[in-house]
């Protein structure tokens, strides 16, 4: 009798766990489009395409090659994958159910409620193309006072042997951060991510979403992102060859019309599978070793790869379900109207929320210090952000969105992940970005109407959030800059800051 053997939207890897201990030549392979996947939140248009034409170019080629896959297409309008099971068992006997864990909570206690439900033995594998698992992480973890991502990255260069000369650092140094931090300047050869024209699968998914899922956010067309694995992989040689040079210097750099500079866009292929992490940063580490690229763009590369994205994901299972309603500042304020229309004389927010409706994509910087920061301190329920992060962006699944979001954007977690809030005023956005010279407000004024929103609100922040923050090591210089201004000006921020919320409360 067959396995049925299950495959998720986000494993779409031909070496994944629960295909490498699999028969061809007997088992049925299992993938299905709930309607529940593209709901729970109201994902962006074009996310939902990208996924459901990954799967379904995936599925045939997993037929090509010998398979017998059922699909289960989102006309059936399944609610979940239990439902999606619950179908294939009725329709066929089988002798068990295999499948590589899931990358979120809510899904692996789904499967976790399979065996007493079907009455079938199920096999949970793990999910091998993590260089960490849940419990080499949990092992890492224990017993740390603070669980900084810097000590893990060292620990995973020295697993892989990535940059590594011996046992020492590549350069001399673990992290080539403070050689990344320069603004850009409009370039008119400034690269593009690759783009690739949709096929009949890819057209015919666009159709479907545009009539299931037509009023969700975020716009369909053009439709450019990669959906099989040799146009990942041509993705992934266009970036080294065209951007991971310049990538480390201008990396938290901002540029009003320029979407992409030099980063990758390839955390949407890696995060569904197209892209395996080792294979990414091998191919970094070999073109920093040929002279192509230099060591702070090849190690800021790899960084975000083996460790922040690694640390991330055992972060979020080694914190459990309940990290969701982490709310350490109690911020309560409903996320506005304008991070879905993009409606704002903020240049900044603008560029950044119409870019995210346009393309389902935007840089680290932009969500942190621009959409994440204005969030933070303009008191929005975290909650709220969470769910708008992992709603808007092609690349974001629970498992790596909220930990960033909660724990690195909104500091919601109280400093379980990050040292310190990551809170910044206008200058910081002008000193990264030219948007400040295309605004109506000023980046150097506090108060006024001209005055940049960022900064009262930045200053409002600190004060309203005193009592928690004040001890933070971090912090102690921005509180003492603030305790040295008159008390006049003290007064005259928090006024502006109050009109300024009591505006957004009234949108």
């Not at 709901?39 to 034409?53: D, E, N, Q």
């Not at 070793?289 to 994901?313: D, H, K, M, S, T």
């Not at 009592?467 to 090591?473: D, F, K, Q, S, T």
Request: proline share 4%; charged share 25%.
């Amino acid at each position: 009798m067959a396995r049925l053997i299950v495959v998720l939207g986000d494993q779409l890897t031909h070496s994944i766990s629960s295909l490498s201990q699999a028969s061809k030549a007997d088992d049925v392979v299992l993938m299905a489009e709930p309607v529940g996947e593209a709901t729970y939140v109201r994902h962006h248009k074009k996310k939902i395409a990208f996924i459901l034409s990954a799967m379904r170019h995936f599925a045939q080629e997993l037929k090509d090659d010998g398979w017998t896959v059922h699909y289960r297409a989102t006309d059936e309008r399944l609610p979940s994958f239990t439902a999606a099971v619950e179908a294939e068992l009725q329709a066929g006997a089988f002798e068990s159910i295999t499948i590589c864990e899931a990358g979120e909570w809510r899904v692996q206690e789904e499967i976790d409620s399979w065996e007493q439900r079907f009455g079938l033995p199920v096999t949970v594998l793990k999910d091998s193309r993590f260089l960490a698992s849940k419990q080499d992480f949990a092992q890492w973890a224990e017993g740390r006072k603070a669980l900084r991502m810097e000590y893990f990255y060292r620990e995973m260069r020295r697993k892989t042997g990535l940059l590594m000369e011996g046992d020492k650092p590549a350069g001399g140094k673990w992290n080539f951060d403070s050689d990344n931090r320069k603004p850009a300047k409009a370039d008119l050869f400034m690269p593009r991510p690759i783009e690739f024209t949709p096929d009949a699968i890819t057209q015919n998914v666009l159709s479907l979403v545009d009539q299931h899922y037509g009023d969700h956010f975020g716009s369909l067309e053009p439709f450019w992102f990669a959906v099989r694995r040799e146009q990942a992989l041509a993705a992934l040689d266009h970036f080294i060859e065209t951007a991971l040079p310049e990538f480390g210097t201008y990396q938290d750099a901002m540029l009003t019309g320029e979407r992409f500079l030099y980063h990758s866009v390839l955390s949407l292929y890696l995060n569904v599978g197209l892209l395996e992490p080792m294979e990414v940063c091998r191919r970094t580490e070999e073109a920093y070793l040929v002279g192509r690229v230099p060591i702070n763009a090849a190690e800021g590369f790899i960084r975000q790869i083996i460790g922040w994205r690694e640390y991330i994901r055992g972060f979020y299972w080694l914190q459990g379900p309940d990290y969701g309603s982490s709310n350490f500042f109690g911020a309560s304020r409903p996320l506005p109207e304008f991070y879905w229309s993009g409606d704002t004389n903020m240049v900044c927010l603008r560029e950044a929320i119409t870019q995210t409706k346009e393309e389902a994509y935007a840089h680290h910087i932009q969500r942190l210090m621009v959409t994440g920061n204005f969030a933070m301190l303009a008191g929005i329920d975290p909650h709220a952000v969470h769910e708008w992060y992992l709603a808007v962006y092609a690349d974001a699944f629970e498992w790596v969105e909220m930990p960033n979001t909660l724990g690195m954007s909104q500091f919601a977690d109280g400093g379980l992940l990050a040292s310190k809030p990551y809170a910044g005023s206008g200058r910081y956005i002008d000193r990264m970005s030219d948007y400040c010279q295309h605004c109506v407000y000023d980046p150097a004024e506090r108060t006024g109407e001209k005055a940049c929103p960022f900064n009262a609100l930045y200053w409002d922040f600190l004060e309203r959030n005193r009592e928690v923050l004040a001890g933070n090591p971090r912090l102690g210089p921005i509180f003492a800059t603030w305790g040295r201004m008159a008390d006049e000006k003290r007064a005259a921020v928090l006024s502006h800051a109050a009109a300024l919320l009591n505006k957004l409360d009234a949108l």
